[in-house]
Each structure stands twice: as C-alpha cells, then as structure tokens.
C-alpha cells in the first residue's frame, strides 16, 4: 500500500461493525454497513478469511484491530508485533490501523522479574512519567507502520494512586505531542463513569474532539456497582446518550458497534446498529457539528488540528494527523502551567529550557530508561498482584483488585475454553473450578496456547484429583500438541500406526 502523502486527511468511514468469524455470514448481510474492523491477531495476510475478502470487493474497509501492542508498557514496542500488524494493514488495503492505550504484559529486564501476561488490556497511570513512555512507544509504532495510527481509551476497574491527569487531559497531550488519531469508545468512558467515578461529558469537553478517527460502542452489565466490559451484551441506554452528546460536538468520521461474545440474532444485530446510528443522528441535529451522514461510505475530508482548530498543514506526514508546526518537537510542545486549560497546554517558551526541555531530557536515552525502569516497576506490581497472587502495592483499592483479578481469572478459563475446546470436553464440570484454581498463583507467561498446556501438565503431574481415564485422556491430548510438530504427524508414530493397520488387516 502507498502511503499517503501531502495533506493530513481523515478516512470518512461510516457505520460498522466488529467482524468476527462467528457472525461472519451475518455482517455480510447487514444492511447500511460501510466498513468492518478485525482483530490483527486473529487474522493470517496469507489466509483472510472468505468473507472478509467477499466484503472487500464489495466496497467495504477493513480495519485492522490490534489487543496485543501494549503501547502503555514500560517496554518499547515489539518490533515482530509491529511488523505483524503492518503486515495485516497491508494485506486488508486499511486507511488505518488501532490499537489500545494500555499495557497487557509486566516484568522482565527492565524489573529483573519473570515476564507476566495480563491477558487482558489494563489501564496505564496518567502520570508524566507514562505519558512520556507512551508518547515515545506511539512514535515508534507509528514510524513502523505504513498507514496513520489510531489509539483507544480503554475501560477500568481500578484507579492507580497519585495521578496527575484527568483522562481528557492525558489524551489530548498525547494527541498533541505525537499526531495520533483517536480511537474513542464512549462504552468505556461509561464504565470508568460507574466504576472510578469519571465525568463522561467533562472527558469530552477535554478531548482534542478534531483528532478522531473513529468511535467504538458497546455493551456491558453491572453487579455490585461495578460495571463489566464484556461486549457480549446490549448496548445500553446510557453509552447511547454518550454518543449523543460526542456527535452533538463533532462529526465522528466513523462509528462502529463492538460484539465479542453471546451473538444475538442478525435482526437484534441490526437493530443495534441503527440505535447507534439514530444516537448520531440526534446529537447532530441537537449541537452544531457539520451535517455529514454516517451513510455516505468511505471518502475523505482534511483532518482539523486540535490545537488550531480548522486547517491543515500542507506538509503533515500521515502520521501527524493533528496539526504541528513543522519546525516543533512533539517533545517540545507542551506547557505544564497548572491553571491552563486542557485546550491551552501549547508553551510558547523557546525549547531551550523549562518544563519542555525537562520532558526532552526526560525522553532522551538515558533518563528514558529511568522512567522506562519506574514504570516497569509499577506495573510489575500491580500485575503480579493480578494474576500471582502477591500483597496488593500501596495506595490500591484491594476490594475493587480482588474483582479485577477474579475477571482476569474468568476470562483467561474462557479464552483458553475456547483455544482448547477439547479441555472443557475431557473434564467436563470439572474445567472451570479445576483452571480457577490453577490460575490463583500461575500467572500467564506465552499466551494462551501455552496457558493450555501449561494447565494440562499442572493437572497430569499433580494426578489427583482426576480420575485414571481422564488423566490418560489428558495426557493424550498434552503429547498431541506439546512438540514442534503435532505427535500424530512425527514419523516415528506414524510408522506405528500404519504398522498397527496392516497387522489388523491380516
């Protein structure tokens, strides 16, 4: 794919939905659909999936989705992991690709520590020090990637300690300093409303509202006044009224509705979609955004700078989609006078010195690596007391962590039922409460195939309390996919097999 050159733009993508496999046939249906988006790790460039190509000649985009970057670790980003997903942006022909502000995965060098897997997308502290490691990870995916970067505000349980920023703030920093696109998802600006007590209208009105790229929505359900993400429900009257009131203050250039898990029917489907799209529609006709319809499909218009308002640079990379002066470091552009506005954060003062030249500093190699180390070390902590079971670090709510962990628990017993379908087969009632109890102080280090196995080999090795059967069953199952190369593919069973097939003839 060529990159784009010359004037900044912004892809006008429509009304979508999240593409999964299990509703594959249903999208391809679903009236009104302009564009779909994909997760990047479930898809192989090689192999796309039929429909997705069938959906392509059609007209629609694909957008890859990336879940697995970690953008808000202390690590700087992947270089296998980014080619990956450049490699998926090119295959599907994208105007862009997304990824999470987040991080996913804890430890290693930077802490001395085992590599921890959250298996989930976890909130990063908006504190200066992780603002300015992200801001150095954004830059360096988007130098990897051969189209414009989107970034998403993520849903959360829990709160760190000490934060020196309101999310708004944090993401309109990060938008300035680095050109990214946003990714909002008024789903999760309602789940951090219930459970940490955020304002959704005030994140709004802080947000650089000219640097979306697009808006996910979704559904969830509360229990004991904690909202769950889960993406697997209806969305709900309140993340509607979210939208609403974010079309009533700009023209999202595109709105996709996310379904992860429990599909209803395609009508149900449908009907969703047009809820969101009656959601868009209102809050235009109510606020003063320009009336471009959600219907037109794919074009493109010029993107506005969050900064300056209206107006492009001539000569913006397609990375820096939010207008910069050209001469500027994204380094060197941001102000940090306590009573300044959200919008008013652009220091004037030469780059020389001050709290400009301190992040500079800050982000050089080697006082980067200082932050880089704190971070590491925070989030190590936190994670470990996730997922392995150690004292909860200072200043965490430990009620809302225990509920935290046990999600993560939850989802990783799920994933892993779907990745290992046979598990759940071979130990019926007795997978769950069996993986749970795994899980408490066995922490994710490779992924979930690899938490697969690794659960199996717990279980054969420890012995009781299984049954004789199943633990032969399991062992079958571990020796199967355990080795490079499937065991009924190696030779050397193979010829066994055969051997005991002639046998069996005579």
């Known amino acids: ?299 493109t218009e010029p993107a506005a700078s969050p900064r300056h308002g209206a107006g492009t640079a001539p000569t913006a990379s397609p990375r820096q989609v939010v207008g910069t002066e050209p001469a500027a470091s994204p380094r060197q552009v941001v102000a940090t006078a306590p009573t300044a506005s959200p919008r008013q954060v652009v220091a004037t003062a030469p780059a020389g010195g001050g709290a400009a030249a301190s992040r500079a500093a800050r982000d050089g190699a080697g006082a980067g690596d200082v932050v880089r180390q704190r971070l590491a070390l925070a989030q190590a902590a936190l994670l470990s007391a996730l997922v392995a079971g150690t004292p909860v670090p200072e200043g965490f709510d430990r009620v809302r962590l225990g509920v935290q962990a046990r999600a993560l628990a939850g989802k990783r017993a799920d994933v892993v039922a779907k990745v290992a379908p046979e598990l759940p087969v071979i130990l019926g009632a007795r997978y769950r409460p069996s993986f749970l109890a795994y899980a408490r102080k066995r922490p994710m280090t490779g992924g979930y195939r690899r938490d697969a196995l690794d659960f199996v080999e717990h279980l054969v090795r420890a012995g009781r309390p299984l049954d004789a059967d199943v633990r032969i069953e399991l062992r079958e199952w571990w020796l199967e996919r355990s080795g490079p190369v499937p065991r009924s593919e190696r030779p050397g069973v193979r010829w066994a097999r055969a051997t005991r097939r002639v046998l069996l003839r005579r």
């Not at 959906?55 to 296998?80: F, I, M, N, Q, Y």
């Not at 862009?96 to 590599?115: K, Y």
């Not at 979210?242 to 009907?271: K, Q």
């Open 1 to 299: 794919m060529e990159r784009m050159t010359g004037t900044a733009r912004t892809a006008r993508l429509g009304t979508g939905i999240g593409w999964r496999p299990e509703i594959a046939d249903v999208v391809e249906r679903l009236p009104g659909i302009d564009w779909v988006e994909a997760v990047a790790e479930n898809l192989c460039p090689g192999h796309l999936p039929d429909s997705l190509l069938r959906l392509r000649e059609r007209g629609v985009t694909v957008v890859p989705h990336g879940v697995s970057l970690g953008l808000g670790g202390a690590e700087r980003p992947d270089a296998g992991r980014l080619a990956a997903l450049a490699e998926r942006a090119e295959a599907l022909g994208s105007p862009l690709v997304t990824e999470h502000i987040a991080f996913v995965r804890a430890g290693g060098p930077l802490t001395a520590s085992p590599l921890l897997e959250a298996g989930h997308l976890l909130p990063v502290p908006r504190t200066r020090d992780a603002l300015d490691v992200l801001c150095e990870n954004v830059r360096i995916a988007q130098d990897a990637l051969p189209v414009p970067l989107a970034v998403e505000n993520i849903a959360a349980l829990v709160s760190w300690p000490d934060e020196e920023l309101t999310e708004g703030q944090f993401l309109y920093e990060l938008a300035d300093r680095t050109g990214v696109r946003l990714l909002i998802d008024v789903a999760n600006l309602h789940t951090n409303h219930v459970n940490l007590g955020a304002d959704p209208a005030g994140a709004l009105g802080e947000l650089p509202l000219e640097a979306i790229a697009y808006v996910h929505v979704a559904g969830g359900f509360e229990r004991d006044g904690v909202w769950h993400d889960s993406h697997a429900h209806p969305v709900p009257q309140p993340v509607l009224d979210i939208l609403t009131d974010l079309a009533s203050r700009v023209a999202p250039p595109g709105v996709l509705l996310e379904r992860d898990e429990d599909f209803p029917e395609g009508e149900e489907l449908a009907a969703e979609v047009e809820a969101i799209r009656g959601a868009v529609e209102q809050g235009r006709a109510a606020g003063t955004a320009p009336a471009a319809s959600l219907r037109q499909g794919v074009g």
